[in-house]
């Protein structure tokens, strides 16, 4: 019953979904005003709006008007239904639990799909699954606790900038990407680079001590991505032969919480910021889009650190393979990183602990 009240559930918030999928790139209100067809306008009723059926019974068109109504309506509401029963047979028990996990599910669907669409992943969605993500350890211990809950969270967006960033300067050619005002991606080089020879609070600290340079001035200071990352990379190496205090485990552990602290405090900072009117400029090269840095950020804050390169791992390997089917060289990686993620939440954390085991580790 558990299982079957879960497909239902599952079914209605995919219909929900549908409208978050589609008028959230767009700025409208997700409650207001009510469903309408998108080609006559006509209001739908109660009957239009049954999930999957309401869609097989008109066969796929507009009772008012005979347009042709997407196929992929009904394949998300199908597809959250599958998922939270699958959910419930996993985790088999009404609890507080199984409702975070139906709504760990309904943020990932709800990314996939607009990152499919329009290559951008919102930051009221991932910044808000992060926030539960974070409510749910504190609260609950679940899924994970508090600790790995937050350090999670910083290691796993700090590792997707980092990623990007020196994939970026390959890209580039060695170029440094245009400098944020007053944050950017240049900080969180920064952030990674100190805190690779000196820890994580003073790689924070070095990067708001730049930002706030950068208020003061009311300009960008120029600081070069080549530098902070190979330096980054050169603290990483002088650990590895015992000149510094940090032991080489330790300095990687240090710049990726660092770099994840400045990437998702500039993130809020652009997300929170009313957007200005500035003049088009050319759109930058870019190998990984900073949305997927806040959906590691997310997915980390769920998951933990460990169980994050898990997802990672799937998210890489489906992403591949797809890719050669669809032989297409551009694909949104957010849909990849859901997949991980929801992987790594029922698996993840059993599949470190072998890998662990066969090292020899635990």
Not at 125 to 137: E, S, W
Not at 232 to 248: C, D, E, I, R, W
Not at 256 to 266: F, H, P, Q, R
Request: hydrophobic share 55%.
């Amino acid at each position: 019953m558990l299982v079957f009240f879960g497909f239902v559930l599952g079914a209605v918030i995919g219909s929900f979904l549908n409208v978050v999928v589609y008028r959230l790139p767009k700025g409208e209100s997700i409650v207001h005003p009510p469903s309408r067809c998108p080609v006559c306008g006509h209001r739908l009723g109660p009957l239009d709006l049954v999930p999957i059926l309401s869609w097989l019974a008109s066969r796929g068109r507009c009772r008012y008007c005979g347009a042709p109504v997407s196929a992929r309506y009904p394949l998300v509401e199908a597809l959250t239904g599958g998922l939270f029963a699958l959910a419930a047979w996993l985790h088999p028990a009404p609890d507080a639990g199984l409702v975070l996990i139906w709504a760990f599910t309904a943020f990932l669907i709800a990314l996939s799909f607009i990152d499919i669409d329009h290559y951008v992943l919102p930051d009221g969605l991932t910044y808000g699954g992060l926030a539960l993500g974070l409510a749910a350890a504190a609260v609950w211990g679940f899924p994970v606790s508090w600790g790995a809950a937050w350090q999670g969270a910083l290691a796993a967006a700090g590792l997707l900038a980092l990623i990007g960033g020196y994939a970026n300067l390959v890209l580039r050619r060695g170029a440094s990407g245009r400098p944020g005002f007053p944050v950017g991606l240049e900080h969180v080089y920064l952030a990674a680079a100190v805190a690779a020879w000196a820890g994580w609070g003073w790689g924070a600290a070095a990067a708001a001590a730049l930002v706030a340079l950068n208020l003061l001035l009311r300009r960008p200071l120029p600081l070069h991505d080549a530098l902070t990352l190979t330096a980054a990379l050169l603290g990483v190496v002088a650990a590895s032969y015992g000149a510094l205090p940090l032991g080489v485990l330790e300095s990687v552990w240090n710049l990726l919480l660092a770099a994840g602290a400045v990437a998702l405090a500039g993130g809020l900072y652009w997300a929170l910021l009313p957007e200005e009117d500035e003049e088009e400029e050319d759109e930058e090269p870019v190998a990984m889009g900073f949305g997927d840095v806040k959906l590691a950020g997310m997915l980390g804050a769920w998951l933990g650190f460990g169980p994050f390169l898990v997802a990672l791992g799937v998210a890489v390997f489906a992403g591949a393979v797809l890719g050669l089917l669809l032989r297409r060289r551009k694909l949104p990686f957010g849909p990849y990183l859901a997949i991980g993620g929801w992987v790594a939440l029922f698996w993840g954390a059993g599949w470190v602990q072998r890998y662990l085991a066969y090292l020899g580790l635990s």
